[in-house]
């Protein structure tokens, strides 16, 4: 990849990352980190191999729409006076997905979903025989703890769904702290292989990493996971030390520091 | 018209209506949750192998998965026993499928206590549950012709549903001018003493429970109601009307099901009518080789209903006995 496209793909996450403090803004708090965690994913989807007129996108945690949302004034798709309304009484634009959730094909709050919705994406585009589909699923690390990803990994892999890539979201956050210290889930590369997966581990935050492993996904035979490290603060130097990455909270000083500080990496 | 019992049987009935109907309805997949012969889908499997899906015994993929088919345009009819469509794969229902008010056709097979399989077999909470979900329309259906229309009648509704049925051999009790309907109860016989209100494997009960009281002088209406949700509460209400007591009987725990239902809508409607249910009072049901004996120790036998119509009516002396059917093999008696 060219420099230039690589700062562009730097850019677009700054932008969702920036849009993302915005919305979070009016209610003091909110998933602000899973927006600093997946920002360079969704860039590099959004500007690579996400084709909105024939591939499908899920967004398996509900609460990553924040991303999704935040991402999708660059296609074209909402509006920043949309965005303005996140998350508040009488918006169809929910904090926590649901099916009124433009931009993504299917989204749940009700963690662990959303594999097994891409996986019926997949089959139903290998049922009619078309083989120009796509179908890409964001998913989180924490959701690794529940058994039905582990149903739908297995199945997709029976079925060599080629077509389906997942974007895996490690930053190693979920609502009771680390996962790490809850739940040990690695290694989790080696877990997908064993199910029959193609595996690529990148740093999350390593916009042209994230780009060309999806290269490769997509060019796969068999499903395959975009495994990208990546942390809840990432990209706003501004936030405190031990800030809780899966609920941030953010004050109106903070607020005003994260805007200035993205506004100025993007001036 | 009505067949009388022991009633003839048929095997595989609702099998060989999906697949009749698949064959002209492109649309249609097959999902089987490992249990592909028992839920009568091996004749799918065999005939339209292109579209028939085994999802492994992995029920909460199976049903996320039917769920995004169904947003693809197909219809996917899902299969495995009742406990595992329903109890198991619940919050899959839920926000994959019923709150986006998807058609999916949830088909769960031995219900209540037709299994002697021990509680982890046995769906006596099933249609509580699946009634509780908006968007979700529960049937319960009796006899062979009735499953064969209600896999047409579902089809094309917009919404899921839960079809919950008999495995094995399937009674006829209905004569080929029998129509289903999504929308009415059918009152089968009419009477102003008691009102018997039945579903699913608990209306041929109903029907010889209405035969013995009948005979002992009690006029006893029977009303059909394969359709628990949305409940036709205006038939429910003109048969309540005209009779002094009501009993309901399903094969189904009475915490949420017909029972429940044929409370509220005699509740709303201000009918003050002495209510009994027959079916599972609020207990796991252990303990059997057969599913005969089950029923009987449960309180689910045609006597039971009977039993609850004398005593709901206040009338003194023994209550009448239901004579002991001889069923040959084959056919199937009422339980």
Same mark, same amino acid.
């Not at chain 1, 990803?149 to 892999?157: G, K, L």
């Not at chain 2, 799918?44 to 999802?55: G, K, L």
């Not at chain 2, 908006?134 to 047409?152: H, S």
């Not at chain 2, 036998?301 to 009516?313: K, M, R, Y």
């Given at each position: 990849?060219?420099a ?5 793909? !730097? ?8 849009? =993302? ?29 996400y084709?909105?007129?024939r ?11 924040? $991303? ?7 296609? /074209? ?43 019926g ?19 989180? +690390?924490?959701?690794?703890? !529940? ?12 079925r ?20 790490? $210290?809850?739940?040990?889930?690695e ?23 994230v780009?060309?492993?999806l ?19 990432? /990209? ?7 800030? +809780? ?23 | 018209?009505?067949n009388?019992? &022991?009633?003839?049987?048929v095997?595989k ?6 697949? +009749? ?46 769920? =995004? ?41 031995? &219900? ?21 979900l ?11 012709? !009735? ?6 009648a ?5 919404g899921?549903?839960y ?42 009960? $109903?029907?010889?429970?209405?035969? %013995? ?35 309901t009987?399903?094969?189904? %725990?009475?915490v949420?099901g ?43 036998? %045609? ?33």
């Open positions: 990849m060219i230039g496209q690589t700062r562009e793909l !730097e850019r677009f996450a700054d932008r969702i990352r920036l849009r =993302a403090v915005k919305m979070v803004a009016p209610h003091g708090f909110g998933y602000l980190g899973q927006a600093l965690s997946s920002a360079e994913l969704f860039a590099a989807l959004f500007s690579g191999p084709r909105r007129d591939d499908k996108l899920v967004c398996s945690p509900g609460h990553y729409i924040i $991303s999704a949302y935040a991402a999708a004034p660059d296609l /074209g798709i909402l509006s920043e006076t949309d965005l303005s309304t996140y998350g508040q009484d009488g918006s169809s634009f929910e904090a926590v997905g649901t099916e009124r959730s433009p931009v993504v094909d299917l989204t749940c709050g009700s963690l662990g979903q959303g594999l097994s919705g891409a996986v994406f997949a089959l139903s585009a290998q049922l009619r025989e078309n083989l120009d589909s796509r179908v890409f699923a964001l998913i989180s +690390d924490g959701e690794l703890e !529940e058994g039905q990803v582990w149903e739908a990994a297995m199945f997709a892999a029976h060599k769904m080629g077509n389906l890539i997942v974007l895996l979201d490690a930053n190693d956050s979920q609502v009771d702290g680390p996962v790490s $210290s809850i739940t040990t889930i290694p989790i590369a080696a877990k997908w292989e064993s199910f029959g997966w193609a595996a690529f581990e990148v740093d999350g935050h390593d916009a042209d990493a780009n060309h492993a290269e490769l996904a997509v060019g796969e035979s068999r499903p395959s996971v975009v495994i990208a490290r990546t942390s809840t603060v990432h /990209g706003l130097s501004c936030l405190p030390e031990g800030a +809780d990455g899966h609920f941030i909270k953010i004050s109106p000083e903070l607020v005003d520091a994260a805007i200035a500080e993205l506004e100025a990496r993007l001036a | 018209m009505l009388a019992p &022991p009633y003839p049987t095997l009935p609702y099998g060989r209506a999906l697949v +009749d109907l698949a064959l002209e309805r492109e649309e249609i997949l097959c999902l089987s949750g490992d249990l592909t012969r028992q839920t009568e889908v091996d004749l799918f499997q065999d005939e339209i192998p292109s579209r028939f899906i085994n999802a492994g015994m992995a029920e909460a993929n199976m049903m996320s998965m039917a769920g =995004a088919l169904a947003r693809c345009g197909h219809i996917p009819f899902v299969h495995t026993f009742g406990v595992f469509a329903t109890r198991r794969p619940f919050d899959q229902i839920v926000n994959s499928v019923a709150y986006p008010n998807l058609p999916v056709r949830i088909v769960g097979f031995m &219900p209540g206590i037709s299994s002697p399989g021990g509680p982890s077999h046995q769906a006596i909470e099933d249609v509580a549950i699946m009634r509780s908006p968007n979700m329309t529960v049937i319960d259906v009796a006899d062979a012709v !009735e499953i064969r229309q209600a896999v047409r579902i089809v094309d509704l917009p899921p549903v079809l919950r049925l008999k495995r094995g051999e399937i009674p006829v009790i209905f004569g080929d001018d029998h129509e289903f309907s999504l929308s009415r109860a059918q009152v089968l016989h009419d009477g102003d003493d008691v009102a018997l209100v039945a579903s699913g494997m608990m209306l041929s009960s $109903s029907l010889a429970a209405a035969a %013995t009281l009948e005979a002992a002088g009690v006029s006893t209406s029977i009303v059909n109601v394969p359709v628990i949700k949305p409940i036709d509460a205006a038939t429910i209400i003109r048969a309540a009307s005209g009779a002094k007591a009501v009993v009987a399903e094969n189904h %725990t009475i949420g017909l029972g429940s239902a044929v409370a509220e809508v005699l509740a709303e409607a201000g009918l003050g009518r002495r209510l009994r249910r027959v079916g599972l009072r609020d207990t796991f049901a252990e303990g059997a080789q057969s599913a005969a004996w089950l029923f009987r120790k449960y309180g689910l036998g %045609t006597q039971d209903i009977i039993d609850s119509a004398w005593e709901a009516l206040g009338r003194t002396g023994p209550a009448p006995q239901a004579p002991v059917l001889v069923t040959p093999l084959g056919e199937y008696s009422p339980v």
